[in-house]
């Protein structure tokens, strides 16, 4: 099993800058995959970046260039750096990983970006 806690999201206006964290209980090296995803009221959840446990990264097109996705072994931890927020990134932010052929959630974190 994983459990996956997240934490960063806030209130932040259009052009700023918010880094969420998801720390994860178990050695994320072990983890096939690390991602966020986002949903936003009345849409879709949908993937935003991942990271596999080869180091290889994934992101949405509407993220890229905007968005990194990186990782510390140490602390368990994966981040998602978020710069040039847009208020069309305001969703419900939510920590994924793939373990053993499972999905594994976070509870989400909310990100509202004001125009």
């Known amino acids: 099993q994983v459990q996956l806690v997240e934490s960063g999201g806030g209130l932040v206006q259009a052009g700023g800058s918010l880094r969420l964290s998801c720390a994860a209980s178990?050695?994320?090296?072990?983890?096939?995959?690390m991602g966020w995803y986002r949903q936003a009221p009345g849409k879709q959840r949908e993937l935003v970046a991942d990271?596999?446990?080869?180091?290889?990264?994934n992101y949405a097109d509407s993220v890229k260039g905007r968005f990194t996705i990186s990782r510390d072994f140490a602390k368990n931890t994966v981040y998602l750096q978020m710069n040039s927020l847009k208020p069309e990134d305001t969703a419900v932010y939510y920590c994924?990983?793939?373990?053993?052929?499972?999905?594994?959630w976070g509870q989400g974190t909310q990100v509202t970006v004001s125009s």
């Open positions: 994924n990983a793939r373990y053993l052929m499972r999905p594994y």
């Open positions: 178990r050695n994320i090296f072990n983890i096939n995959v």
């Open positions: 990271i596999t446990d080869g180091g290889s990264t």
